[in-house]
């Protein structure tokens, strides 16, 4: 079973509609959580990290879920530039540091 | 700032060959992670770096890969024998580490093809 699991998608939007991606995780022991963004042919940049107690950026809003291990992010009012692939991240110390472990990502496609 | 560079930024070789990836990281940051992404899968952690030691090497598909990190900046990772399933694109990141400083920057990435 993979660590890090996600819906592939694609989701195809309409500009300003609402959309929501969600993730779940395997390890209990992971601490550190994240949602990415990756442009085709592009490396990954961090798009947020996620708090227990949620947290919002703009238009995104993160969610985490410890008892569930599931993570959640809503991109409100999408954006032609929002189309990506989004990336679900989790992480724990060991002895590879924290290493992330990757989703393999949810594709995101808004139209006009 | 400058942010994490690494080359070549592609890479053609041919079966059997040896190739060298380099990562120049953030200066400053003292982890450094490779990882790679193969085409349709999601990116797959290799090998890290504190300083110049790499705690943990079980990333490492096969004893065909290597990696060394020297003065705590620079590193490399060297494939040897290269086989057709090595083709992906080999991403590096590095952070500053410590509990609160952890997020990864990643690089642009080497796209290996072996041919």
Redesign the interface.
Do not use: I, N, V
């Given at each position: 079973r993979k660590e890090v699991e996600q819906d592939p998608g694609p989701f195809n939007v309409p500009e300003g509609a609402t959309v929501a991606f969600n993730c779940t995780y395997s390890n209990s022991a992971s601490q550190s959580f994240f949602w990415y963004r990756q442009d085709c042919r592009k490396e990954p940049k961090l798009l947020m990290s996620v708090y227990s107690s949620g947290n919002e950026d703009g238009r995104f809003t993160a969610q985490l879920n410890r008892a569930s291990q599931y993570i959640s992010l809503l991109i409100r009012d999408s954006k032609l530039s929002d189309s990506a692939t989004y990336l679900c991240v989790v992480s724990s110390n060991s002895n590879s540091g924290y290493a992330l472990n990757f989703g393999k990502g949810t594709s995101l496609l808004v139209t006009p | 700032g400058a942010g994490v560079s690494q080359s070549p930024s592609n890479k053609v070789t041919e079966k059997g060959k040896d190739v060298e990836l380099r990562c120049d990281p953030i200066s400053g940051h003292t982890?450094l992670?490779w990882?790679r992404q193969s085409l349709g899968?999601?990116?797959e952690?290799l090998i890290?770096f504190?300083g110049n030691s790499a705690?943990?090497k079980?990333?490492l598909p096969s004893d065909r890969f290597s990696a060394e990190r020297t003065g705590g900046s620079v590193s490399t990772l060297t494939i040897q024998r290269t086989q057709q399933e090595d083709s992906a694109v080999y991403?590096c990141?590095s952070?500053m580490?410590g509990v609160y400083s952890?997020?990864?920057?990643?690089?642009?990435?080497t796209r290996l093809t072996v041919t």
């Open positions: - | 982890a992670y990882y899968q999601g990116l952690f890290y504190q705690p943990d079980s990333g991403l990141a952070s580490a952890y997020e990864q920057y990643f690089g642009p990435g």
